[in-house]
């Protein structure tokens, strides 16, 4: 019963059975594989291929949970499960359906088969003996699954229309058909003549994805490769085919297909990541075509997130998603003849100007210049990043202020990418001696060569609490389009008051004010929120006592002085309790050793290179331990998270006195950097959501400045 409840959870339609089969047969080195379906799957999927074969002696175990082939390929155990050879696909497949495979080996002199059923090996006819049968047939696997749920109805009844698991089906196939190269697939339904899918084993990945989608997709593909990737996050390597500029898009829905160590994933945030630079360069509504192949260290991966292995979860996401964000961006960004092309594709459809109103604009110029101009206009309005094409007429016109934004914005993102090594240094070369407050003297473990931080990798865990889902569903509800697209290419102009933590930012024409304190609580509950359960730990160097912690609090806030102590150390003990499960979803570690002064050792890692401000420690402390309902699931991880997304945010009182006379002293460039730093974080990865709304004010935009001077 549980085999069988398993089972139903791994294959939960028939597409999902085909994927296992299709892995099987390429992890097998075939070179060419034949997808038979009938019924969408649901009476019969069969899928034949040219591998390598199932040795009779392995054949009566075959479909015993746990049993791989696969585990001599990887020195390291662990890898195994992170590459998802569970050794689990037959087994369950086993017990939702009857399912016999036909198997030859080149050594072998002929084929064997067998029956499977309740993952053992089944007689063929009543009263034989269950064991392989010896049979005719080529080098090569034969798997069939028939009567799949036969004996789950509820599953069978949740099943869509045969037609529609059909195209789940070729879907399936088709996308490992264009990732595989060099083997050949087809698909058919059972006594069709002709094939749904044909690829050749010969057929180059365009010519594939030519065969799938077409040739209007096929003739606008930018290729992307990378052999070396990002070996610091993880990334090995990667290439890619995705939509060039000409591409008119599709209307209707975007083609995104991510491989994670040739295994179809999804991996929304990419995705999401993705799609919204497409936004920018595409007409709107269109959608771009994205396939992507990545190679991640396999120990950083966890693709049993999810029990059917399709949503796949990744260390150091966020770089290596910025990682590929930038190759994106400089290719569709780079190709310099595009650019005339593109300048024309961003002029509205229904501008009000006319064509030769542009052309006389264009012509009017030196032609040295117009290259510039175009290039210029073509750089900001990506960098600047409109989701609307750009308006010609803010091109033509604000020609002038725009260089200057152009090149104040190639600085800065110059900059930006210095301050973000440069900051890097700087935290490994000093601990921040500012951040140690009066009764608890922090300093960071800098024993590791990551310098200031311990970083403390940890396997990515499964996430399937109801309560998690719920609040990252409540954010992405909230987010508010207009919003987010401001914040995803903007320039900061500077920051205008420390004290209530604000700054401006030009995004696109418009100059905004903006309350960061509460841009960057948003932005690390946020992370919090996706990374649950799988952060990297700060290791303390030396732990900082709970009890000290709320006595240092309460001397700051004569409020809260007078409590009882023995409330304080009830609390302090139920936050002891709470132990395991703070480590294990925040990775915030206590030592609990001597029961009387239990002590903070270890606090999540929430972005590589950025450490929480250390002084608000006590305050966080004193948060865990008062300002959360321990009782309530969702309420507890919320608080949590929110007291995390606290402790990151910048400190509104920075520690530095000289802010007054004017001189910027080291603390002040080092507290700038971390803001410049989290403002690339921002722009990478941020979902604004209604409630910044009030976080921000529009200060000026170009056209209605432009007026003024009209008018002057
Ligand atoms: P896993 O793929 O995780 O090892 P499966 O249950 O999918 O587990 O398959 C179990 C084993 O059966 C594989 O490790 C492999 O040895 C063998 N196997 C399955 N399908 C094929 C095939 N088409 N060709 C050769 N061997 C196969
Ligand atoms: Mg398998």
Redesign the pocket.
Known sequence: MVNKIAAGEIIIAPANALK??L???I??G?TNIQVTVKDGGMKLLQ?T?N????MKD?LPI??HRF????IRKFEDLSSISTY????????SISHIAHLSVV?KTKDSQCAWKCLYAQGVITPQNPGEKAEPRPTAGKD??L?IVENLFYNFPSRLKSLKLPNEEYMRILDVVNKYAIHTEKVGFTAKKLGESHNAVTIRDTQSIKDRIRAVYGSSVANNLLEISDSEGDPESGLLGLKGQISNLNYNGNKKKSHVIFFINNRLVDCEPLKKALTSIFAIYLPKGSKPFIYFSLAIKPENLDVNVHPTKKEVRFLHEDEIITFVCHKVQNELGDIDDLREFKTERLAPRSSDLTRSEISFEKADRPPKRQKINLSQSLSSSFSLGSQQPRLDYKNVRVDGFQTKITNFMKQSQKRNSLTEESFDESIQSSPRKGDTTENTSLAIDDSREDGVFTYVPKERTVVSLESIVGLRKKVESNVNKDLTQVFLNFVLVGIVQYLSRLLTIQSDVSLFLVDYGKLFFNLFYQIGLSDFANFGTINLKSPVSISGSISHVQDQVMEIANMSEKTKKEAIAELSDKAEMLEEYFSITLDVSDPEDPKVTGLPLLIKNHIPTLKKLPVFIYKLVFDVDYLDETSCLDAVLRHVANLYVPDSEPSFDSIENGSETEEMEMYKKSVEFLLSVVRRRFLATDDLITSLVEIANLPSLYRCFERC
């Open positions: 296992e089969m892995e099987n047969a992890d097998a075939a899928v291929d591998g390598c074969g199932i392995d075959l479909c049993t791989t082939s696969k998802g050879f569970r050794g689990e696909a037959l087994a198997t090569g696997t798997i």
